[in-house]
């Protein structure tokens, strides 16, 4: 992971293991993300197809079925089937924790950021993986006020006042972090996760995974 200022673990958490996927039933917890390695082959045959898939692909799947159907829809390419295991994995973890048979599958290669601006999705959760490029970037909540006024703001230090924005507290996935983001519609007693899409650098691809429960 890397930051732009001292991590905060309020409303993060991250561990080397799916197992950290559980803390995002907590209420303090936005945002659970699990450090896993850069599968190589996975990430240069993305690379490779990512043309193919900058129109994007979108669809609901059955877990049970999804394999087979990625087959078909995929383009072919050493390493696909690397890819469609891994996607097939994270789709069995969320079935498992959310207790859901569908997937919204949401698989996307662009040159641009696609959200830049701070935001939270009016859905109950979300799986975020990078596969090439940059991962997401997340605001603590704890510096929520921040976001909302969108602008610097005075705080008290041993110097004196200072201005402090948003952008001095922003945090960033790594490629192939696999994160679980709470959206407005989790439950009222729960806060959002607070992000956005990273900047994409001129002439290189970013291709991103998103897993909605249904």
């Not at 197992?19 to 490779?48: C, D, G, H, K």
């Not at 859901?100 to 975020?128: Q, S, W, Y």
């Not at 006024?149 to 490629?175: F, M, R, T």
Request: with cysteine; aromatic share 8%.
């Amino acid at each position: 992971m890397q930051t732009n200022a001292k991590s905060t673990r309020k409303s993060a958490q991250c561990g080397n293991s799916p197992m950290v996927f559980s803390e995002i039933f907590s209420p303090e917890t936005s945002i659970a993300y699990w450090q896993r390695p850069n599968n190589s082959i996975i990430q240069s045959y993305f690379l490779n197809v990512a043309k193919s898939l900058s129109l994007g692909h979108r669809s609901v799947y059955s877990a049970t079925s999804l394999s087979s159907e990625l087959q078909g829809v995929l383009p072919d390419g050493l390493g696909k089937k690397q890819a469609i295991s891994d996607i097939q994995l994270l789709v069995d973890m969320l079935t498992c924790l959310f207790d859901c048979e569908h997937v919204g599958l949401r698989l996307t290669a662009v040159d641009k950021a696609m959200c830049p601006r701070l935001h939270v999705d009016n859905i109950p959760v979300r799986l975020i993986t990078t596969y090439c490029g940059a991962g997401t970037q997340w605001l603590p909540n704890e510096f929520a006020e921040l976001a909302a006024l969108n602008k610097p703001k005075a705080v008290n230090s041993e110097n004196g006042n200072k201005d402090v924005s948003a952008e001095n507290y922003i945090q960033q996935l790594d490629s192939f972090d696999v994160a679980l983001l709470k959206g407005s519609a989790f439950d009222s007693a729960h806060a959002a996760a607070i992000h956005r899409s990273c900047p994409v650098t001129e002439n290189q691809w970013r291709v991103l995974l998103t897993l909605d429960p249904t």
